[in-house]
């Protein structure tokens, strides 16, 4: 028999008992992903009293899709009525004021826009709005050209008119996950990183999950493994669907073009997608794209020059000023797009226990605390007899944004930590108590973009050019580690291989 290594052992000490008494531990729930989807699924079932770890491939939370994307809080006049997407996104866009107050996570209501850029673009948006009017989107209207350019004044001049609608809004994405599972672990939940399911066997009353680095015996496995949740599926049940990887690619602009851009603006969709936006973000910056392309590869990130002209060009038709020699950074992301072109919600057939959260590909952001909702509801039913987690705790707190205190707070901070008092991010104003804070957290961060998700150091316009060594040195000494070890991103993503000098 092989022995457990020491780091293998998980376990309280009431399942330890209950091992020795002859019994077969099994935990009640087992997430895989800890994406927005899989976040939201553990908080929202951390209101349970229930044992529930959530395992993740990757090195740190919203490693997936989520850290690539938009970052819109669709209003959901886009969806067909009917499907699970049109339901979700406008549940979830109505819960995004309470629960990014909770858990402190940014969130802006916005507005968005959709341009009609000739009299047939206008019979598009009409359809828009009828669908708007048909899932029930509050507030949703037509804008003529006049309100158009009082509310939009740098919009371009082919703009005839725009669907309005007031309720979308913008997100800070990995933000508003790390928020999620900060409060789910501190409300119980485990939290296994570099964690990779390789295999799910069916064994009397739940399954046994195979990973790279132990098994999990559980009552109930939710599969919100994002891209991969094909594959997932496959391990349990026949193939009844499949998902394609559709990359799109964006610029980041400098905070110098947020001026530019006060709602969300959308060109009119095409059948790929919702076409190419551009979006102010929660911090200032501006945000254009993204265009669309189907690969085969789940870990294509790259991007082209080719479709990042194309997005330019389609940008400029919404904004003409846009600058783009202020673009400080292009990225790509993943869209989980399923065979079935709607998300793919409940238990599998045939698999008792299996929960698919699959397919959600956008509006997923938006949609992700209504899905939370009902998931819970399908694993309650599954699991039976679940009683309310008299301790849950609704509320996480941010840390302190040492730029935006004031003078009094300030002082008090470098009073209790002289940390806060040494600037190590000069574009984006970050301290290293700041840093510090986010090492330290129960879903702290272990990499220098870990660190940048979190407080933001190498987001500015020098994109850690100046900073990033610092932010390695100030890792690798709260963590123990050398500063060979700390990586840039996910596992392997090595910045030094050694001294060059003795
Ligand atoms: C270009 C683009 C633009 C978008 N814009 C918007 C938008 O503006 N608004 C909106 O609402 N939505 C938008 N979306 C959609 C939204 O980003 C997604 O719906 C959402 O992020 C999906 O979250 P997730 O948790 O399902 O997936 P992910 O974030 O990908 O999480 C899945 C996790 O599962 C892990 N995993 C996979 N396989 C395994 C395994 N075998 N073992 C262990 N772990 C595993 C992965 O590492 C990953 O962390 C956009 C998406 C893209 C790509």
New binding site residues.
Partial sequence: MKSAKRQDINLDSFSVLFILKGGVFMQDVLI?????????IARELSKYNLDIVV????ND??????????????AGYDAVEGTLMAKY?AL?NAMFDELSKELDFPFIRTGSIVVASSEEERAHIEDLLNRGIENNIPGVKIVEQEELRRIEPKIGKEAVAALLAPTAGI?G?WEM?IALLENAVDNGVKLDLN????DIEKIEGGYKVV?NKRDYKVKCVIN??????D??HQMVAEKTFSIIP?????FVLDKTQGELVNH?IFQCPTKL??GV?V?PTVHGNVLA??D?EDLSDREDLGTTTERLDFVREHSLKSIPELNFREGIRNF?????QPSTNDFIVGEVEGAKGFIN??G?????????PAIALDVVEIAKEILGNVELNKEFKANRKHHYEFITETAEKKAELIAEDSRYGNMICRCENITEGEIVDAIHRNVGGTTVDGIKKRCRPGMGRCQGGFCGPKIQEILARELGKSLEEIVLDRENSYILTGETKG
Avoid: C, M, W
């Avoid at 395992?55 to 990757?58: G, N, Q, R, T």
């Fill in positions: 895989v992903g800890a994406g927005v989807i899989g976040g939201s395992i993740d491939k990757e939370v919203a490693n997936g899709t989520t850290k690539a994307n938009s970052a819109i809080v669709h996104n979830g997100v994405p996950t964690t990779e399911v390789l990973t919100a493994s994002g891209v991969y949740a594959k997932v559709r990359r799109g690619q964006y969300v997608g919702k936006l979006t794209g993204p669309a790509a992301g993943l869209r989980a959260v699959a959600i590909k956008s509006p997923g952001l938006s949609s992700a």
